[in-house]
Nanobody, 115 residues
Framework: QVQLVESGGGLVQSGGSLRLSCAASGDIFAIYKQGWYRQAPGKGRGLVASWRIGGTTTYVDSVEGRFTISRDNAKNTIYLQMDSLQPEDTGVYFC?????????WGQGTQVTVSV
């Protein structure tokens, strides 16, 4: 069993920054893909940024150049550095770990960006 715990969400003004973290614990034998997903009110959950085996990173177009995903393998933690935040970045951010045959989700952390 793997557990994912997110932290770092909060309220920030436009142009500000936040750093989300997701700590994984449990028996992790393989990781195919890790990422951050966002769900805005009334919207579906969509990919924001991800890392996969081989080190490939992917970003949704709207955050390219502003968000950076990184990993600390020793601590089994993934981060999302969010700079130049805008109101449209508001939503609940979920951490995801995909091990190929299944996936795990964190509980989500709220990010609110005011004008």
């Amino acid at each position: 069993q793997v557990q994912l715990v997110e932290s770092g969400g909060g309220l920030v003004q436009s142009g500000g920054s936040l750093r989300l973290s997701c700590a994984a614990s449990g028996d992790i034998f393989a990781i195919y893909k890790q990422g951050w997903y966002r769900q805005a009110p009334g919207k579906g959950r969509g990919l924001v940024a991800s890392w996969r085996i081989g080190g490939t990173t992917t970003y949704v177009d709207s955050v390219e150049g502003r968000f950076t995903i990184s990993r600390d393998n020793a601590k089994n933690t993934i981060y999302l550095q969010m700079d130049s935040l805008q109101p449209e970045d508001t939503g609940v951010y979920f951490c995801n770990l995909d091990y190929g045959l299944g996936e795990y989700w964190g509980q989500g952390t709220q990010v609110t960006v005011s004008v």
